[in-house]
């Protein structure tokens, strides 16, 4: 079945620092592939998306290619505040379903 | 963009009895709710997928009878956790999604549901 994996966290960054949150998947067929972030006390946020190989999505500074020959979404970004504190949910959707498969998340920390 | 509310965003209730939480998607009509599950410091886990006007789809290991949804109109699903135990005690959140085709689901901010 498909599935979606992180990278532990959590992570702790000093601010401006650069960043980056691996994500690997295993889906059949061509999924599309998101990242949601998720604020302390609040439901999950969209942060950015890619629907096929080569596509980046980006928003907010956050930047993520989608990698089909690793399998890959990783997000980056090249200075992080204190506010980017939250945690990050890398997840697909296959082309057949409805429905999300969400990675375990990864807690990031900045420091001012 | 498209907002989804919850209510409560807290509750606390007494081991055995039954409690409901709402969702609802404030200005749009939602053709699909999905409710999820999520432990502490752990991923989202999808519990049922809703379609307006029809039973709802659980996904395996969730007991329907214990988790009662409803999708009555396209604004407004409801999660009742029936007989409560402590082990019930999680976050839970919906989401909703505006047209079938879309990928796109809108996050509501989540329960905190504490059994006691």
């Known amino acids: 079945g498909n599935s979606v994996t992180q990278m532990e966290g959590p992570v702790t960054l000093s601010e401006e620092a650069f960043l980056t949150i691996n994500c690997t998947y295993t889906a059949t067929g061509y999924p599309s592939l998101f990242w949601y972030v998720q604020y302390p006390g609040e439901g999950l946020q969209l942060l950015l998306k890619a629907t096929k190989a080569d596509d ?13 020959e690793t399998t890959s979404f990783h997000l980056e970004k090249g200075s992080v505040q204190v506010s980017d504190s939250a ?3 890398c997840a697909l959707k296959d082309n057949y379903g409805q429905n999300f498969v969400f990675g375990p998340g990864t807690r990031l920390s ?3 | 963009g498209a907002v989804v509310s919850q209510h409560p965003s807290r509750v606390i209730c007494k081991s055995g009895t039954s409690v409901k939480i709402e ?9 699909t709710m999905f409710w999820y599950r999520q432990f502490p410091k752990q991923s989202l886990m999808l519990m049922a997928t809703s379609n307006e ?5 659980y996904e395996q290991g969730v007991e329907k009878d214990k988790f009662l949804i409803n999708h009555a ?3 407004l699903s409801t999660l009742t956790v029936t007989s409560a135990h402590p082990e019930d005690s ?3 959140i919906c989401s909703a999604r505006e047209d079938r085709r879309s990928y796109e689901q809108y ?3 989540g329960t905190r549901l504490t059994v006691t």
């Open chain 2, 90 to 92: 999680s976050f839970y």
């Open chain 1, 56 to 68: 980046k999505g980006s928003n907010k500074g956050f930047e993520a290619t989608y990698r089909k």
């Open chain 1, 110 to 112: 900045v420091l001012p």
């Open chain 2, 53 to 57: 006007g029809s039973k709802a789809t």
């Open chain 2, 23 to 31: 969702c609802r998607s404030l200005d749009f009509q939602a053709t």
């Open chain 2, 107 to 109: 996050f509501g901010p």
């Open chain 2, 73 to 75: 109109s396209l604004t």
């Open chain 1, 87 to 89: 945690v990050y949910f």
